[in-house]
């Protein structure tokens, strides 16, 4: 998801806010509130997981260096 939306932010916000309308509890589901997580913490805004909607007032460029940072963050996770 963090490739995605670093690839193209508002695209990639369209995918995750597909995945959070899923009804099951699902891989992709909980990459997406993970990734929600991520930003409310890098952000200190927890609004982004209350309304995730919100996500979309960041500017592309918050966005891209938010997704990059949760992609290392990961990577880094699973070394």
């Not at 309308?21 to 992709?28: Q, T, V």
């Not at 592309?60 to 990059?68: D, G, L, S, T, Y």
């Amino acid at each position: 998801l963090s490739s995605t939306v670093f690839y193209n932010p508002y695209l990639g916000l369209a995918v995750m806010y597909s995945y959070l309308d899923y009804n099951a509890i699902n891989p992709h589901r909980i990459a997406a509130s993970n990734f929600l997580k991520f930003i409310a913490r890098h952000t200190g805004n927890n609004m982004y997981i209350k309304k995730p909607s919100s996500v979309k007032n960041l500017s592309a460029n918050e966005i891209k260096q938010i997704a990059r940072q949760h992609f290392n963050t990961t990577v880094k996770d699973l070394k």
